[in-house]
């Protein structure tokens, strides 16, 4: 294991009653050098780990902000190296500045790891300090697949639990690793204005089975209801919102970003 970054995914759960604050970007969108810089920006803000999301061509479990932002990168030519290198690049920059490298995760589809390769794909997170991969498309009985090239090279594969799974959430708890996400309503990700009520009692069945810290995503926006999560979870995930932020003002987005991340950050250290 890369010793730089032993521990990364724990460290963003590191604390008694600490919240986890996990924004979300897509890879190359506008370009890979924006990037770069957001995911600086993000962690400067406070963002106790990043999810970057690896473009593909059609990501199902997405809202039509990110789907959009899925093509604007690809059309921008990125690609799975692409990324990766994004990653180098935050790591550099972060190591020149002496701060310690913040968790990172990426959001991806079982396509383009298989595509890649996954012994190589996974070999590359360990170098680059990428602790998580999501993989929204991957059923639980599945993960086979990926599972054993993931655990070779110290990379949690996360598992999602949503309302949906009520038979099987103990089954899935018990063998999560790194974080457990939390799925908050059905259907895509995107912003919403109500949050599934079930959640609390599914929190309290995974935490009968397992102490890994569980995160609530999926149409979260605004500080309270990110409050409001954090006060039955160990942290909360933001998908869409940062995502229209970058549509929105394109290469200039860094100081919406920040700002966006700093407050959502305090809402949920406030719990």
Do not use: W
């Not at 902000?65 to 692409?82: F, V, Y």
């Not at 680059?128 to 697949?145: M, R, S």
């Not at 999926?218 to 940062?242: C, K, L, Y």
């Amino acid at each position: 294991m890369n010793k730089e970054y032993e521990n990364n995914i724990g460290r963003a759960f590191q604390t008694l009653n600490h919240k986890a604050f996990i924004p979300f970007l897509t890879a190359g969108d506008p370009t890979p050098g924006c990037t770069v810089e957001y995911i600086l920006e993000m962690d400067r803000a406070g963002a106790d780990l990043i999810e970057i999301g690896i473009p593909f061509s059609d990501p199902t479990a997405e809202s039509v902000e990110i789907q959009d932002a899925n093509i604007r990168a690809l059309e921008g030519g990125i690609n799975t190296d692409g990324v990766f290198d994004i990653v180098r690049r935050v790591r550099v920059l972060a190591r020149e500045s002496g701060k310690a490298p913040v968790p990172l995760a990426f959001m991806t589809y079982a396509n383009p790891v298989l595509h890649y390769g996954c012994e190589p794909f996974f070999a590359r997170c360990e170098e680059l300090g990428v602790g998580a991969v999501i993989v929204p498309n991957l059923p639980y009985e599945e993960k086979q697949e990926l599972e054993g090239a993931a655990d070779a090279h110290h990379v949690a594969l996360i598992s999602m639990i949503a309302s949906t799974s009520r038979d099987r959430i103990q089954m899935i708890a018990r063998e999560a690793k790194g974080f457990i996400y939390v799925v908050s309503s059905t259907g895509v990700t995107g912003v919403r204005g109500g949050i599934d009520t079930s959640l609390e009692s599914i929190v309290k069945s995974i935490r009968e089975v397992t102490d890994v810290p569980c995160v609530v995503g999926f149409g979260i926006h605004t500080p309270d209801q990110a409050r409001q999560m954090a006060r039955i979870s160990d942290g909360v995930i933001v998908d869409s919102a940062i995502v229209k932020l970058i549509a929105r003002d394109g290469e200039q987005a860094a100081p919406a970003i920040y700002e966006y991340v700093k407050n959502m950050k305090a809402a949920v250290a406030s719990v």
